[in-house]
């Protein structure tokens, strides 16, 4: 693909700013978090050009921002994050995605690496046997006519409710699992039917269960409060979405979004951009299923976290209470919320749109659960599934300057097909299996397409959000075992 | 003459579809989904399925076929190799799509697509082509 010839000016070491003048229609500036090395692979492609395009949108505030793990994406480039007002602003399907609600949750055990590295093929089976992945995976529970109305109202909620998990569960979710102004009214028969058979499923593409050690800490008492103690620990993170609902919701609204932009005098250089107005029917409906879409996804990953603490604990023989298996903590990162930012000194009430990007909310503030109010909200910067993940926590910069907002992955620099040229599914498997990484899969082209290669160097991304004061290192992981969807 | 071409997209996939008319070229980017998703090699013709659509315009009617397609996929894991187009204009068609049920011992799933994305969407009326980006 062309690369991008558009201006980039430096701001520091980790900030560039595309200027309003770029492009006429551009309402404010653009703003990419990046180091020079990351900027010349940014300009290999169109990210920037969607950084520019995010900036067209109606009612947009202070940047179009772009996370250090930006990549060409569609409409949206993804780790991108844009914040609109109420008043005159816009709400847009294609700035969530597709995958609504894709996140991640992060369990702690009290095991050792010595506990499981022995055990961890029987464990990896165990987990492969228990949570349903990949293409068109169907999961263990059947809902029945009406129920599925329910999970979409109350997302984590209903699984505990139904014997997964447990409640403690929920403080330690972002929204706690059930994002207020679900409205499954708004939500077609369609997009039910997709999700009615898949809620507790992984699905396929880059989600995954993973089987880590800390391997490394560098803020020991933030860290000692969400119970990472010690390099060696073992960690288990959970990684996928809304599945088929989740997928059908934004199809839905893109497409009415579409046909509504006449009516509302909107003019965008991507169609995949289309919004309506916050205030509109259409954005107000838009915005009640896609809180619907978000519960599902907390269902379903509440639903795995479950079996995943079942297999554990049947593997290695022990009972849930002395394996620990808290969580602590799920994000979101992709979705739309309302909340409260400062603008220009005053607190305005704002759509912060986050697509590939996370939540990262400072110590204090309200939304953080009550046990890390002193700490600040825990960020899970899961990388690719040969190397090293991250746990961050939100900083009051992030609050001034990206809404609240960090990176969310290591972002792809490679496509799945120049991915797959490179390496085949069986070399992967043998090079990870080489790094002590066991892994299971339905599909060898898919781990292919998931190689360490497609992907940035996840720790030169968190390097980035670190060093610009948008999050904080607290710890990183390293996976022993990995199960692809 | 080659049915579609897959094209680079980093974090996606997408294709062009080619046709000697447009209907055939919207045919063959099913096929070429179809294809993204599993091998169609071994799919036998044995299931029928009919769509029909009507649509504010073209590109908007080739984003809801696709994605129509895909839910079809995700509800009765469906595998279609065959699209008939019974009728085609610049807002509505309607098709007759057979496959048969995606089963385990003789198929192989791929990867899975979440969607058709209106990015990059391009119907050509004259080249009879059409181009589209999948969300994966």
Known sequence: MATWNGPLEKIDNYRWQIPKSYKTGMRVPGLIYADADMVKQIKEEQGPEQVANVAFLPGIVDYSLAMPDIHWGYGFPIGGVAAMRLDDGVVSPGGVGFDINCGVRLLRTNLMKDDVAPKVKPLMDALYNSVPSGVGSRGRIKLKGGDINEVLRKGSRWAVEHGYGRPEDLETTEESGEMAGADPSKVSGRAKERGEPQLGTLGSGNHFLEVALVDKI??????????????????????CGSRGLGHQVADD????????????????????????????????????????????????????????????????????????????????????????????????????????????????????????????????????????????????????????????????????????????????????????????????????????????????????????????IVARTRPIGVIKG | MKRYKLIEHTADMGLVAYGHDLADAFANAAYGLFAIIADLGRVKEKESRQIELQEEDVETLLFEWLNRLLYVFDVEMLLLKRFDMEHFDDSSLKATCYGEKYDPARHRLKRGVKSATYHMLKVDRERNQVRVIFDV
Request: charge should be positive; charged fraction near 20%.
């Open chain 1, 218 to 239: 560098n803020e020991p008492d933030i860290a000692r409060a969400m119970g990472i103690n010690e390099v060696g620990q073992v960690m288990l993170y959970v990684h």
């Open chain 1, 253 to 472: 609204y893109v497409k009415e979004m579409v046909r509504a932009m006449a009516k509302y005098g909107i003019n965008l250089p991507d169609r995949q951009l289309a919004c309506s107005p916050v205030k509109s029917p259409e954005g107000q409906s838009y915005l009640g299923a896609m809180r619907c879409a978000a519960n599902y996804a907390w269902a379903n990953r509440q639903c795995i976290a479950h079996w995943v603490r079942e297999a554990f604990c049947q593997v290695l023989g022990i009972k849930e209470a002395d394996a620990g298996l808290e969580l602590i903590y799920d994000v979101a990162h992709n979705i739309a919320k309302i909340e409260e930012h400062q603008v220009n000194g005053q607190k305005l009430k704002l759509c912060v749109h986050r697509k590939g990007a996370t939540r990262a909310f400072p110590a204090g503030h309200p939304d953080v659960p009550r046990k890390y109010a002193h700490i600040g909200q825990p960020v899970l910067i899961p990388g690719d599934m040969g190397r090293l993940s991250y746990v961050l926590v939100g900083t009051e910069r992030a609050m001034q300057e990206t809404f609240g907002s960090t990176c969310h992955g290591a972002g792809r620099v490679q496509s799945r097909s120049a991915a797959k040229r490179h390496l085949s599914g069986r070399e992967v498997l043998e090079s990870l299996a080489s790094r002590g990484i066991t892994v299971r899969t339905g599909s060898l082209p898919g781990l292919a397409e998931e190689a360490s290669e497609a992907y940035k160097d996840v720790t030169s991304v968190v390097g980035v959000a670190h060093n610009a004061g948008i999050s904080k």
